[in-house]
């Protein structure tokens, strides 16, 4: 967990230059969509277009090796058990010993994983151009409350400092011979022992940072100033628009028939 | 007092800060339960927000748990965001009864846990996996179900079941055995979330 949380990578292009609300639409609707559309066909097409946006991006490479790294273990699985057993089986396409794997579920798996690609290619897209800090930021700029957004901001500080204090304390709970290895039952044992030290001291520091808070004026009901305001621009509001009703509008023609 | 009373909005600035707390806590206990190879174990910070500050504080950590996960880890986790923020929810009206003071409480607190996530994760393994729970297990145990005949709904839900009810029992325990060993003066500062004016302060835990 070096070097923080954020996947985003440093970057000018025209995703990365965007309104966080632009690209966070992007990612709702296409993963929406992947899941409305009634084809693979589809589906491929929405695959194609994210890959595409991630290629103007630049992130041809890290987006495609991240998606696989997450979706070919869960699609091994997904094709051992639909194939298996999906209810609609017929057509027997090979056996393995009594196992015998069928067209239909197997077709249905492809189904399935590409949803999932989908889902995760739109999400990396998004992590990989846009700073989470810039996301709490321009939530505030359009309302949100100032303390939820300091409660995103001090998440992203505290977790990367909350790991390191674990990775210490998993070493010197081991260096008093604490056992981390064997069956659950001893597994399990050795996890209070790891998690109470971690727990009481990142609690006991709460209640400092809250009295800072305060005293830097943290509970004051006055409008907060930016110190620099996100470039937004009609077409952006026109094109997030238009994305966000694609959901909606994919609904209604699959209810009025779409095959 | 009602139930909808644990929901009132009394963020003070204590609550607020206790809530990346309680994610980062949710992070770190899900690292240590990899480093281990026990179960997910993702929601201890949210159940132990739920328990000392509320519904909110406990919803807000587990919802907020989920999507930064996804930003970074895991990018399925925030179509699982829903789930996390119901155990916050549920563990923050146990901890507005105090059902975590007494054994059956406890076991309450536990049940409702479970089925919150299950009933909850069921649908999405459905809509997200065709059924499965992406666990090799449980969905070598949902395959096997399938087969001989069981409806998909209830294969899923058992296979989401199989998974929840030994690891949401580890939560529990390690979420009420840290609020046991925190100072009550420290208890005791969370609590005034559920007070309204003119209740009396209240006992300080066992």
Known sequence: MRGGLSLYVEGNSLLHRAHPFTKGVLMLSAVALAFIVPSALWVAGILVVLLILGTVAGLSRRLVTGAVAVVVPLSLLIFAVQGFANPANRTVVFALGPIVYYKEGLAFAGFVVLRIACLVVATFLFSFTTRPADISEALMQSGLSPSMGYVLQSALQIIPQTLDMAVRIQDAQRSRGLETEGPLHRRARAYLPLMLPLVLSSLLATQERAMALEVRGFGLSVKRQSRYVFADSTPQRVTRWLMALAPPAAVVARVAGWQ | ?206
């Open chain 2, 1 to 206: 007092m009602g139930v909808l009373n644990a929901f009132k909005f009394r963020m003070n600035t204590l609550a607020i800060v206790l809530i990346p707390v309680c994610i980062a806590i949710d992070w770190a206990g899900h690292a240590l339960a990899q480093a281990l190879h026990l179960f997910f174990l993702d929601s201890i910070g949210t159940v132990l927000g739920g328990l000392l500050a509320g519904p909110w504080v406990g919803g807000l950590a587990g919802l907020l748990t989920n999507i930064l996960s996804s930003g970074s880890t895991d990018p399925i986790a925030w179509s699982y965001c829903g789930v996390a923020f119901a155990i916050g929810v549920v563990a923050g009206i146990g901890g507005y009864y105090g059902w975590h003071k007494t054994w059956p409480g406890r076991i309450i607190l536990y049940v409702l846990i479970v089925l919150a996530a299950s009933i909850i994760s069921t649908p999405i393994n459905i809509g997200l996996y065709g059924g499965g729970s992406g666990v090799a297990y449980g969905d070598a145990m949902y395959a096997a179900l399938v087969k001989s005949g069981w409806p998909t709904w209830l294969a899923a839900y058992l296979d989401e079941a199989s998974a929840d009810i030994p690891d949401k029992f580890i939560t529990v325990v390690v979420a009420t055995a840290i609020y046991f060993g925190l100072p009550n003066r420290y208890r005791a500062l969370f609590s005034v979330w559920r007070r309204s004016p003119g209740e009396p302060e209240p006992a300080p835990a066992r």
